[in-house]
């Protein structure tokens, strides 16, 4: 492919900043590698906060659900569903409370993703950063969540779409200031076949990840001689536990990819280095 790019274009030099698909590629890993150990940590973290904010939930949700069946299955439509509501809404909270805590950790893994392809070393750094911009990141998911609910309402292809460029929100809102939204929709614009081609790498990626979990979830299940409705508590364990593996090995992969997209599409858009996410 031609090395050509757009205005103030430095792809030989820059750390974040490829000219073709194979140089995104070749850095996210590099940067991957490079910034591996501190983003495990973070990740890590929050993988085991999650866990013991949702297992709980998890548990009581799924004996909750079991024992409205047992009602419903004893006395037709005379059930009382207190349980059941209670169960789902400590759990819709518990989820509630373990994205956030996901989000916040991702913000500090891509700033480590930054600063180590910046050679920069503070440890408290990225997590400075990434606690003052936490507040903007949950005002604008806000937003994006209703576009996401519009889209899915239209239509699959607009969520599809919706989702391809909300993808680098995260990012966005990291590092830059303003109107997130619109600003994703202009970068994933710059360079379409770019940015669909970086968005579907991801996108797969974390899709075979999905699978492979329900694969082993399913024989899992089937190795329990149970059902989806009536699954033994060692088999929910390992299920919550094997999600949990999951979400942080999908963002240990993925966030140097998300980091190096936004850079390609920013340096698509407009003249721009790395060297200007220093500060």
Known sequence: MSQAGPPGWVAAQDPL??????????????????????????????????????????????????????????????????????????????????????VLATLIAARMVIDAALGRTDGSRPAAAAARRFPAMIGWSVPALLLAVVAFALCFLPLLYVGAVLLVLPVVVLVERGNAIGRCFGLFHADIGAAISRVATIAALSLAGLVVVNLITTVILVASGSSLADRPVPAIVADVILQGVYTFAIGMITTPMLVTAYADLRARREPFTSAELSS
């Open 17 to 102: 900043i490829s000219a073709d698909y194979n140089g995104w590629w070749r850095r996210s890993f590099g940067l991957l590698h490079a910034a591996w150990k501190p983003m495990a940590t973070v990740l890590g973290l929050a993988t085991l906060l999650d866990l013991a904010v949702t297992m709980p939930a998890t548990l009581r949700f799924e004996a909750a659900q079991r024992d409205a069946r047992e009602r419903i299955e004893a006395a037709g439509d005379q059930t009382d569903f207190t349980l059941f509501l209670a169960g789902a809404g400590e759990f819709a909270a518990a989820t509630a409370v373990a994205g956030l805590i996901y």
